[in-house]
């Protein structure tokens, strides 16, 4: 099975669940430089790196992810190292060029997820201009397409709503061909809409197989409309691991996140996300049908149940690999015990297994057009 496994780079303090169990994991670089190295010896193929500012919801120490990423990159051989961007604190044009420089240091592994940012208080903190909901995915489209001029034309000239490059060369251009892999997140219409047409990875949030499975398949029509190849477009998911040696030991672990959650900062995040995904025309935004217990895990990672022993979390992978997931990006409670044990008993099994998918949606979605 060709899926490919991502995990979150713990570069910000706090651990990935708001509540107050106690996470044996670190932000710090010396913790974040073992913990990757442990990563890419145990079978991960990507790590990405968060992007966050400003405290909040117990994230009050944040390392910035480029400035990670290019460390990282420097005592790694193989994992390829992502950097969550936010359109409106950086220009594009710089952007491709740290980028590109990133992947010369780590010979062909930078990659680069396009937020398009939720919490205000950063925008606000830092005096830009925070944009209403469609319009941050307008400008993070421009961004997206200056990334991909700079990287492949020797000058590249845009001119758009937000950014404007006249004549500007890029050298050296990026190791990788034809340009460093773009992925980008998001669950509202515009974000599917700018995913059919720019970028080359979709990141989900976790849901259900059914769920997932129509998200895929509505975002591969939308690229045959685009009179884009829907082959093109890879698709990532959102999963916290749980592995323990029964079921019910699983289970009593979510409970027990569950039970001990930061109520009061878990209500600060749903306010602010779901402001934001408000603000959509369709009324509809990332977390728009999270519940409590969903929101303790930040990009509803509990949906994806992957919880359990090892031969559930495996049929579970499996089961989401014949809908048309490509990639898990995996969070989990302690980093420093559960991620090289899900890379060394949960990676090589389901690596050894066939794939699912008999008929790929893509190629129904083209004979439908």
Known sequence: MGVKFAYWVPNVSGGLVVSKLPQRTDW???YNKELVQTAERVGF????????????????SQLEALTLTSALAAV???IKLISAIHPGFWHPGVIAKAVATVDHISQGRAAVNIVSGWFK???????????????RYHRSEEFIRVLKGMWTQEEFTFKG???TINQ?????????????????????????????????????????IEDVAAQIQEIRQLAVEEGRDPNEIRFGLNGFIILRDTEEEA????????????????EGF???VQQAGAASPEKQGMWANSKFEDLIQYNDGFKTRLIGTEDQIVERIAQYEAVGVDLFLCGFLHFTDELPVFGERIIPRVKALPSRRSQTDADRAVKVA
Not at 45 to 60: E, H, I, M, P
Not at 251 to 257: G, P, Q
Request: hydrophobic share 35%; glycine share 8%; proline share 6%.
């Open 161 to 163: 709503n937000y950014y």
């Open 251 to 266: 289970h009593a672990t979510l409970r027990s996140i569950v039970e001990n959650a930061d109520k009061e900062a878990v």
């Open 168 to 208: 500007a060369p890029l050298k050296p251009k990026p190791v990788q061909k034809p340009h460093p892999e773009i992925f980008q997140g998001g669950n509202s219409k515009a974000a599917r809409r700018m995913a059919a047409r720019v970028s080359d990875w979709y990141f989900m949030n976790g849901g259900s």
């Open 270 to 272: 749903r306010q602010a």
């Open 28 to 30: 710090t670089f010396e």
């Open 121 to 135: 208080g950063e925008f606000e903190g830092y005096g830009e201009p925070w944009l209403e909901h469609d319009e």
């Open 45 to 60: 193929d990507y790590a990405l790196s968060q992007a966050r500012f400003f405290a909040s919801y117990g994230a009050d």
């Open 76 to 78: 790694t051989t193989r």
